[in-house]
């Protein structure tokens, strides 16, 4: 397995520790500040590191609700997400972008523990 669970809801990889109860995101020691969304969607792909979700899957699972339109709203999300917790943002380590099909969290980044 490479990503480790410390205890139930902490997930811990390269350079990044989540906290899904305390819902705490921190990256290389610093306390990173995401928008109620933006914690699900990074938690959603980070516990299913590997896996490929589709704009649609992201949302219907973050909003709890079927999505009919722009899908935009997930992708602007992932590009704050993308800001906050990569040094570069327009390289992403953490959340690929699979073209024509989806975003995943890379799956190969072992614990840094």
Known sequence: MKHEVI????LSFKGLYIDKYKRIVVRED???ELTYTEFEILLLLAQNAGVVFSKE???DIVWKEPYFGDY???MSHIRNIREKIED???KPVYIQTIWGVGYRFNKNLSSGL
Do not use: A, L, R
Request: aromatic content about 6%; proline content about 6%.
């Open 7 to 10: 205890q139930k809801g902490e």
């Open 30 to 32: 610093n306390e990173i």
């Open 57 to 59: 899957q992201i949302y």
């Open 72 to 74: 935009n709203i997930v």
């Open 88 to 90: 570069n943002p327009s």
